[in-house]
Every structure is written in C-alpha cells, then in structure tokens.
C-alpha cells in the first residue's frame, strides 16, 4: 500500500525543520510548559494504561532497571542496574531462564530514602499482586510464571473454577471464605515470591520458559517495571507484602488505590500538583542519581481545544503544544516556532467494537434491541456486521485528505516494520459501499437491513482526527442505508477510557503505542482472549471466540525461537484478524514535533510517542 513512504522514512531519517528564530526574551525559563490532549488518568505505575500517565508522569518521576538508549527501540543501557544482564556477562542464563542484575548503590527516592534490592523485588511483586483488569501487569506473568494473570494461579490452587468463587456473595472485592485463605496463601510463598530473589546487592528473576523479549519488558517506559519504595509504600496502605492479606490489594477501584495521586519515586522529578483533567505540576529532584535536571519545574496543561493551544504557542505561554497533523500548516510560519517532521512511527489506530455490550448504565446503545431503534447487546458478534464497516470506511480518502498524507495504511494488529508485518493487498479492506451494502444485508438474517440500528460511536474530545474518522462511519452508514443512525460523540478522555473498559462502547477508536516492540506485545494485547483490550473491552463472546481460535497460536508464536517460524505465525494470526474483522485497522501514522526554538535537548524515541516528553534531557535558552 503506502509502505514505501514510510520505507523511505524510516532509512533516510528525513527530519524537515522550520525555524523561524527569535530574538525576544525566553518566557519562562525555569519551567517547561507542555500543552497536551488529554488527561492523566493515574500516578500509581502498576495502574496505569493510559499514554500521558506512562509517558508523560510516571517516567520522569520513576526509574526502572534498565532504560533504552535514547532513541533506540532494541539497545538498552542500565539504569538502576548497574549492568545489561548478557550470556557474555554472566548475568543470564545459558538456558535464558535466570536474570540478575547489581542494584546502583546509594540512589535516594524522593523521600529521601536509599533504593536497596529489597524494594526492586517487592515492586516486582506488588506488579504481580496489583495485576488490575486491564492492566499491563500481564506482561510479568508470561515469562515468569507462564500464565496471564494472579487469578488463574489461584483458581488452579484452590480447585474453582472462578476466582470470585472464592468470596462470600461472589464479591472479588469483598470477605474470603475462610476455607480458601491456606490456598490464597500459598499464591505468594509458592508461586509469586519464588520469581525474583535477593543474593546481597544483586536481584535474581526467576523465568518460567526462555522468553526472548525479556529485557523489553523491564526498562524504562514500561510503567509496570517501575521501582517504588517498598517502607513507602505500605505506609500509604499499599500491599503489605504479606501472603495472607495479597487480594485485599488485587485489582482494585482506580481512586480507592492508595497510591493513586501520590509519587515517590528516583526519579528526576517529584509531583508538586496534580488536578485531574487539568494540569500537572512537577518539581526537580535535586539528589537524583545522575544529577539534577537542567529544569526546574515542568507543567503539562490538558487542552482539548486546538485554538487554545496554538494560541499557548504562539504567545510563548507553552513550550510544547500537541499539534493534529490537520493544523500543521498553521504553525509552519508562526515566529520562534521549531517544528520536525517525518518522525517514524510505532502506534497504530484502530476502530474496535465490542462483541458483548454491557447493558447496565448503558446510555449509547438506544433501546438495546435490533427495532430500528437501537442495537442488541450482540450486534457485533455477527461477522457481517463487522465486515461491513470495514468496507464502509474511506481510508485512502481519510489518509490523504485528513492525514494530509502523513500515514500508511495499516492492515492487522502489527505495525510495521515489527516481526510477521505483512502488506499482503489480501488484508486490506477496500473502500466499497456496494460491499458493504452486500455484508450488511446479509446481518442478522436481514433484519438489519430492514429494521436499521441507532447506536452512538465514541472518539475522545479535542482528537480532531478521531472525529473526523467517526463522522466518516456515520455519514456513509447513513448513505447506504437511512434506516442507518450512528451519531459520532465526543468523552472526555478519562471517560472514553471507562466506557470501553466497562465495555459499553458499541465502536470506539483507539490509538494503541506498543508497549515493548515485539509482535506478541500487539497480538496478545489486540486479539488475546486475556489481552489488555481484547480481553477487557471486546466481551464474553470475543472471549470464547480467541479462547479456541487465538490464544492456541499466540502460544506457538511466543515459545518459538525461530524468527521465520515466529513470522509465519504472526502472519496466521493477522490472517485471522483479516478474515474474522476483529477490529477495523486504519492507519499507521507519521509523527512530528512541534517546540518553541528557546527549548533544547529534545529527541524523539518512538516508543513514547512524540506527545510526551522526557523533561530530563530538556532546558530552555535562546
């Protein structure tokens, strides 16, 4: 399709600057003012799933073990290790089944207190405890305890068949049943406590199977590998440590988290101010480990409004604005404006839809029957359902009129140039009204097509492209069919994220960065029965579906060694993703950046994103 745009991106490296330089004072050069879309949604790292937390919070108040090597996605360097664990160090394994790592020695939190291995060990496992629906901890429990999660270890050791089995009234959050609390126990002493491991300044983890992308999962960016204070922490009344208290901690309310809006990390920032849905304010840690950073204090404001924004920019009021690729053109010219371009790309978005809708509160699924006036709980289970808006959606139109150019199409799952990405023209759905008319009349034995539907599509406020994309489903739904109501409707983006986590968004669009840059990390999380969205946002019916059609190759894929066996199997599954509509994949984007020219240090890594920032590197000067 469009692959050699990005194919020449990615080699030559264009990087187009416009600068237009200024000689007026520097505003406010003590501070860093960052002007995104969209909220934070938690300052607990093992909560977190949301991009501006991960990316634009949480790394710059916690460090992790090892750290990548600026704008690498492959090279790591260490961070509160003092080493890369290799065969050629000693520090793995022959067999890739023991890890260790020396822990830097004389590292202050935030508080004050020194970093030993005891707190690295019980971060690791309060990941593992913590383990929330939704959640990222899942990536921990594949290679160190060969599961997916601390529920189904402990149904396997008590004997149910499902975790809330175990609770008076069925109430996970609730009373164990006194006869369930020697086995829940023993989830800790003979399963969790038994993957990482003290011998004096060095932490051991303990894996499971050979698992290849190991050391991808551990540096930083990756939240769920954060180092927290381990004395801190339980005071603030996180998990005790303990083995008989563990699911009192496990999987619980976002604001009920003890360590929701509070910080303590080694960071090189510490929270001063946090309002939700507003801004957040950091200040300098001036005993970090590597020294204290050239700024002192960084604000992210959360604007969903692009007029607000670009008037920030222009003023000087804000010194790094998240500028849609629609409104590029407007800052091109603007004075002591810095823009780079051509950044390649590692997110994918994507339109999914929920196969089993949640009916309770649900206020976007009108009469929740298939009478013209709303949609089954069902609707999506039915493929020409879901094949139908995948030959409704106008992608080279949306690409090239929306995007300005600056996207590729984007087939399955895996985005390129990740292992098992294919551009077979197979897997791309075109653009067919006629085809979409032929699947739709085929929908729930024609009665969709001769009772219609009303349900609503949800984009989060302030993504013009999101919305745009939206509009687009609505309008020509409505051309084919005006028995067809699909109104586009724009949330709040912690309220986007409850909606499909609660999965009561019938559509919704996503833009989903990896979480590490291996293939299973999209696979599991996208089409996995227990994967971060597959298995919390499609419902019951999904479940089943990639319980018997997908988890089974997923597994093959992941213990294969063999790059080209490996390739061949993630290319089965995006078949299957293809052939089955899983989700509706749009596009791969072409990222830039957009700064005052007073800012400097800045570098772009594509696993986070050029919306969020590491304020360590920057200072500001004319």
Known sequence: MKRNLLVTVLI????AVFASF???????????????????ETMDPHWANDNPSMFEVISNCYDNLLNYKRGSTSEFVPMLATEVPSVKN??????GLTYTFPIRKGVKFHNGDILTPEDIAYSIKRALVFDRAGGLSYLFFEPLLNCIGIEEIACKVAGVEKYSDMFEANDPRGE????????????ITDYVDKVVSIDGNKVIFHLAHSYGAFLSIIPHYCPWSSIIDKKWAIE???????????????????????????????????LKKWVPGETVMLERFDDHWRGPAKIKNVQTKFITEWTTRKLMLQTGDADIVSVPIQYLDEVKEMEGVRIIENLPSLANILFMWTWTINAKGNSYIGSGKLDGEGIPLDFFSDIHVRRGFCYLFPYDVYISKVLKGKAMRSPSPLEYPLLGFSDDPELYYEFSLEKAKEEFEQAWGGQLWEKGCKFNINYPEGWVEHKAACDMISTYAKMINPKFEITPVGLQWSASLDAAWTEKCP????????????PHNNIQYLMGSKGGLSGFCFGEAYIKFAEKNVDPLIRKALKETDPEKRAALYKELTQIAHDQAISLYLYQPIAH??????VKGWYYNPLRSSDYQDFYSLSKGE
């Open 12 to 15: 030559l490296a264009l990087i």
């Open 22 to 40: 200024s000689f007026a004072e520097v505003k406010n050069p003590d501070i860093i003012i960052s002007v995104i879309k969209e909220g934070v």
């Open 90 to 95: 000693g520090l793995l394994s022959e067999d």
């Open 176 to 187: 164990l049943k006194s006869e369930y609390k020697e086995a829940m126990s023993k989830v």
């Open 236 to 270: 603030q009344g996180a998990w005790d440590g303990k083995a008989d208290t563990w699911w009192k901690y496990h999987d619980p309310v976002k604001e009920k988290d003890p360590l929701y809006q509070i910080v303590n990390g080694t960071g090189p920032f510490m």
């Open 507 to 518: 559509i919704f669009i996503y833009k989903i960065t990896p979480d590490y840059p291996d």
């Open 593 to 598: 950046f957009v700064e005052r020219n007073w």
